[in-house]
T-cell receptor, first 112, second 116 residues
Framework: QKEVEQDPGPLSVPEGAIVSLNCTYS??????FMWYRQYSRKGPELLMY????GNKEDGRFTAQVDKSSKYISLFIRDSQPSDSATYLC????????????FGSGTRLLVRP | GAVVSQHPSRVICKSGTSVKIECRSL??????MFWYRQFPKQSLMLMAT?????????EQGVEKDKFLINHASLTLSTLTVTSAHPEDSSFYIC????????????FGPGTRLLVL
């Protein structure tokens, strides 16, 4: 079993839809949770960062962390074709290295 | 802020040659940088952790003599793929930790290596 599980998709939605992306994890020591967006042939771009449990909102994006269920989510409201990309969840423990453990990424396609 | 650059963005080389990839933090100092490798439609695989002024720490299965890492300053880390072979062809991405916020990493745009 992988430490971080993420459905690879692809997930295809119409423009304007609400998108829900999810990851589950097995390591209860994870404290930091991130969502990265990666366009084809580009480096990952940090979208959202959350420490421990709770919600965080930034524009059309909302990140949720449920540590009791070991489950994190990213919601995208009013999705746009420009949101079409691969979304990677990543998490790390609170230690001296903060090495990131990535999910496999979910490919999202927003249809005009 | 928190911009990371990589050079070159693409490189094609012959089998047996060595290739150097540079990773720079442009507007911040990074005591720690990470090197990843990514195959098509797969996630990022951590290769090594690069600490300024000390030897890199390699992940299990990564040959340290094959992938030489140097982190000579707080803004520059280099990855040299020595005696490259076609199976080394991949997308190499670096990231840098922001001092004071080490839990977040900012990624470079990646370097696509093709070994013929």
């Amino acid at each position: 079993q992988k430490e971080v599980e993420q459905d690879p998709g692809p997930l295809s939605v119409p423009e304007g839809a609400i998108v829900s992306l999810n990851c589950t994890y097995s390591n209860s020591a994870f404290q930091y949770f991130m969502w990265y967006r990666q366009y084809s042939r580009k480096g990952p771009e940090l979208l959202m960062y959350t420490y421990s449990s709770g919600n965080k909102e930034d524009g059309r994006f909302t990140a949720q962390v449920d540590k009791s269920s070991k489950y994190i989510s990213l919601f995208i409201r009013d999705s746009q074709p420009s949101d079409s990309a691969t979304y990677l969840c990543a998490m790390s423990e609170m230690d001296s290295s903060y090495k990131l453990i990535f999910g496999s990424g979910t490919r999202l396609l927003v249809r005009p | 802020g928190a911009v990371v650059s990589q050079h070159p963005s693409r490189v094609i080389c012959k089998s047996g040659t060595s290739v150097k990839i540079e990773c720079r933090s442009l507007d911040f100092q990074a005591t720690t940088m990470f090197w990843y490798r990514q195959f098509p439609k797969q996630s990022l695989m951590l290769m090594a952790t690069s600490n300024e002024g000390s030897k890199a720490t390699y992940e299990q299965g990564v040959e340290k003599d094959k992938f030489l890492i140097n982190h000579a300053s707080l803004t520059l880390s280099t990855l040299t793929v020595t005696s490259a072979h076609p199976e080394d062809s991949s997308f190499y991405i670096c990231s840098a930790q922001l001092a004071g916020a080490e839990e977040t990493q900012y990624f470079g745009p990646g370097t696509r290596l093709l070994v013929l």
